[in-house]
């Protein structure tokens, strides 16, 4: 089942802070974190592990919340570069491999 | 450092043909991911191949086929092209089957 990513689109001022969230009705086994910019192919911000082991961007963090199954992406000090679609892509226990349903997405425009 | 290659980048076929897709992944990775994207959604993830073996299939009709080579490289064919397979078609390239995933730049299919 997809997960539901939270806001769908989000207004920001460089320098402003933003949280985005992905919450699944199933049990989270890991949560991958994208962003994709319009007409190119979505690129890899982080993945979290259930257990808590994370690989990822420096300047991005995120958190995996087993027992809420929600993971939140949070960005500071937001830069123009930041805008785009993030999507959380989700794999729950039971799936082969990283089939990774993914979000519908949030949009975020970062404004000078 | 070459990334995920996919070709073609553009591709316009008719009702009812069939299409080969190409990806290569980034050297030393040894798992490839399909995911078929529609505009304004998130990826749909379609086959995983981890070693030349299939280690996962999506909720996709049996007109959508791949395969891995022994380089690691891969193909997806779709037989009997229907107008709703025009998409952006993502290839994603991982070390391992649990691993972080990077995609290509995307075919964009259309079929007329």
């Known amino acids: 089942q997809q997960p539901v990513q939270s806001p769908q689109a989000v207004i920001l001022r460089e320098g402003e802070d933003a949280v985005i969230n992905c919450s699944s009705s199933k049990a989270l086994y890991s949560v991958h974190w994208y962003r994709q910019k319009h007409g190119e192919a979505p690129v890899f911000l982080m993945i979290l592990l259930k257990g808590g082991e994370q690989k990822g961007h420096d300047k991005i963090s995120a958190s995996f919340n087993e027992k809420k199954q929600q993971s939140s992406l949070y960005l500071t000090a937001s830069q123009l570069s930041y805008s785009g679609t993030y999507f959380c892509?989700?794999?729950?226990?039971?799936?082969?491999?990283?089939?990774?349903?993914f979000g519908g997405g949030t949009r975020l425009m970062v404004k000078p | 450092d070459a990334g995920v290659t996919q070709s073609p980048t553009h591709l316009i076929k008719t009702r009812g043909q069939h299409v080969t897709l190409r990806c290569s992944p980034i050297?030393?990775?040894?798992?490839v991911s399909w995911y078929q994207q529609v505009l304004g959604q998130g990826p749909q993830f379609i086959f995983q191949y981890y070693e030349k073996e299939e280690r996962g299939r999506g909720n996709f009709p049996d007109r959508f086929s791949a395969r891995q080579f022994p380089n690691y490289s891969s193909e997806l064919n779709v037989n009997a092209l229907l107008l709703g397979d025009s998409a952006l078609y993502l290839c994603?390239?991982?070390?391992?089957?649990?691993?972080?995933?990077?995609f290509g730049q995307g075919t964009r299919l259309t079929v007329v």
């Open positions: 050297s030393g990775h040894k798992s």
């Open positions: 892509g989700i794999t729950n226990r039971g799936n082969a491999g990283n089939m990774l349903t």
């Open positions: 994603a390239s991982s070390f391992g089957v649990y691993t972080e995933a990077f």
